[in-house]
């Protein structure tokens, strides 16, 4: 069975620009979810979406946004980059009713200039 | 923020040793998991334990959970070189679909 698969592995971009981050759940998970990892804060929790809708957002500004469409595979958009936001990004993914257990991918590393 | 400390921030280990590492939470949870992250990379789910169980094994893994002290400890037996990576626990709670994780103990086992 594949795993959560996610696009590019490295990103770079200039501040202002706009970042867009691509993830494929397992095959049968309708959930997923969206992590950031940036050096001296740990794992945050960006947004969850299930069935195509946004089910839970995290305390993060609105130029980070998503979607997903329906064959449940994300996109994750970064609109008007900050350095601060140079990180690893994670999505994971589940079945909606086994939420607290969510697998993930192998992320994608973005920097910002 | 993050919800969970881990203790400790650190751990070097000899090959067949055990380690020990500890996280404590704050609010209420519904229950507890364990990720590994290797070299910046995924996490890897371990295990999970619920907030009405107080110890969980997998393999050589042994969780408990102390949900009076808001703690956790996760033991690995007999560590192996591959062990090799940072821990995280991660709780969820009443804010669903959100895991809230801990900074994280980076275990280094030496062949």
């Known amino acids: 069975e594949a795993g959560v698969t996610q696009s590019p592995t490295h990103l770079i971009k200039t501040r202002g620009q706009q970042a867009t981050l691509r993830c494929s759940p397992i095959?049968?998970?309708?959930?997923v979810y969206w992590y950031q990892q940036a050096l001296g804060l740990g794992l945050q929790f960006l947004l969850w979406?299930?069935?195509?809708?946004?089910?839970n957002r995290g305390n993060f500004p609105p130029r980070f946004s998503g979607r997903q469409f329906p064959n449940y595979s994300s996109e994750l958009n970064v609109n008007a980059l900050e350095l601060e936001d140079s990180a690893l990004y994670l999505c994971a993914s589940s079945w909606r009713r086994s939420w607290e257990t969510q697998y993930f991918g192998p992320g994608t590393r973005l920097l910002v200039l | 923020s993050q919800q969970g400390e881990e203790d400790p921030q650190a751990l070097s280990i000899q090959e067949g040793e055990n380690a020990t590492m500890n996280c404590s939470y704050k609010?209420?949870?519904?229950?507890l998991q364990w990720y590994r992250q290797n070299s910046g990379r995924g996490l890897v789910h371990l295990i999970l334990?619920?907030?009405?169980?107080r110890e969980k094994h997998s393999g050589r893994l042994r969780v408990t959970l102390d949900t009076s002290k808001k703690s956790s400890s996760l033991l690995i037996t007999a560590s192996r070189a591959a062990d090799t990576a940072s821990y995280f626990c991660a709780t969820g709670g009443t804010s669903y679909g959100k895991l809230t994780f801990g900074q994280g103990t980076i275990l280094t086992v030496h062949p």
């Open positions: 609010t209420s949870i519904n229950n």
């Open positions: 334990i619920r907030s009405n169980e």
């Open positions: 979406y299930d069935e195509g809708e946004e089910r």
């Open positions: 095959s049968g998970h309708t959930s």
